[in-house]
């Protein structure tokens, strides 16, 4: 960073509207059972990482633009048996036995108080779910959505980059997640930073089961931490094909495969299973309909032209893309632009293993 009044004002911008707001007993058993069987009869389940980014620049993007010394950038260096699926997108449930998950009028109520707004609307429900897994991952935001500029229409890091620079909040949709976890790790659980990644980070203490936040991850720095033995944490044979699956033969068994060769085996107990739900929130009914109506969209166009505009403003040095959407170079020389960087701080203790705390 350039100097101090630089590196908090970046800072700043990474603040959710408002703290986390803790919740307990989030789901009742019946629904996590109903949750964890849509994992168990329709996978297998791909990587995070392979579903979501086609090169490390783009990756980089949504992370950190600067990486611990040492260590290269590369997709396999990022790698960690994470893995996800949908419940529900565009504000449809997928499977019709978690409809009352997904539209759950308490989770409702939650997200408008959370903004103080007239009104919401689910819009998507996905989990992660893994064994033993380390985590590479310094902190990170949440893919937000901009009217016109979705995470649905549009590439992953180009989102992240819209948030973190700051130059289009008046376009960005409120949105807020209601989050759980179900781990009875002692030793994993969740880090934030509410107040910036320039200030003091925040912890939930584990074991974190079917415990949640209601919160806005999209401008707040998070982490999910590393959970179970040392030694399991990378399976022999992980790579950018793994998928994760239910084991036919035993109901409480979970595969990690390469093609038909499994290279870990877990129970149900191991597992770190996150919920992840998010809404649409609505300030009053003409910032409502302003949503929906598309009168006042953002183009591809007036997005690259803004930032364009930007970087120059800052003097930053680049080469015209031909295609910035896909252009390596202008996506790096983008994420270095509006990077915070690593949170400055860590919880003591918490990431034994983990390269970034080490370098902080």
């Known amino acids: ?19 986390p707001r803790m919740l307990d007993n989030v789901y009742t058993d019946d629904q996590r059972e109903r949750l964890l069987d849509v994992v168990r009869r329709h996978g ?10 086609a090169s490390v620049e783009e ?18 260096a990022f790698v960690t048996p994470t893995f996800r699926g949908f419940y529900a997108n565009y504000s449809a449930a997928l499977y019709p036995e978690i409809q009352d998950c997904f539209y759950n009028p308490q989770f409702i109520e939650h997200a408008k108080a959370y903004w103080g707004a007239q009104y919401a609307k689910p819009q998507m429900m996905l989990f992660n779910i893994n064994g033993p897994c380390g985590n590479t991952d310094p902190a990170h935001l949440d893919t937000p959505s901009f009217r016109g500029i979705r995470y649905e229409n549009s590439p992953t890091w180009l989102c992240a980059v819209m948030g973190k620079s700051g130059l289009f909040q008046n376009y960005m949709v409120k949105m807020a997640q209601v989050i759980t976890w179900f781990s009875r790790d002692e030793q994993s659980g969740f880090t934030f930073w509410p107040e910036g990644p320039a200030r003091a980070p925040q912890r939930i203490q584990p074991p974190i089961y079917n415990r949640g936040v209601v919160v806005q991850n999209e401008m707040m720095m998070h982490r999910g931490e590393a959970n179970g033995p040392l030694d399991q944490r990378r399976p022999e044979g992980l790579c950018f094909d793994t998928v994760f699956a239910g084991d036919p033969a035993d109901r409480d068994g979970w595969l990690l495969k390469n093609g038909e060769t499994v290279i870990a085996r877990h129970r149900t107990e191991e597992l770190r299973f996150l919920v992840h739900w998010s809404a649409e929130v609505f300030e009053d009914y003409a910032e409502l309909k302003k949503n929906m109506d598309g009168s006042d969209n953002l183009t591809f166009d007036q997005v690259f032209e803004t930032l364009i505009k930007d970087l120059r403003a800052r003097g930053v040095q680049f080469e015209m893309p031909s295609d910035p959407l896909r252009d390596p170079a202008f996506i790096r020389t983008l994420s270095t632009t509006y990077d915070f960087g690593r949170p400055l701080t860590y919880p003591e203790g918490v990431y034994p293993d983990d390269p970034f705390a080490k370098a902080a």
């Open 1 to 19: 960073m350039s100097s101090v009044p630089q590196t908090m004002n970046l800072s700043d911008i990474l603040r959710p509207a408002a703290p």
């Open 44 to 53: 297998p389940w791909k990587l995070i990482l392979a579903q979501h980014f």
């Open 59 to 76: 990756l980089v993007a949504t992370l950190s633009g600067s990486m611990p010394e040492g260590i290269e950038p590369s997709l396999d």
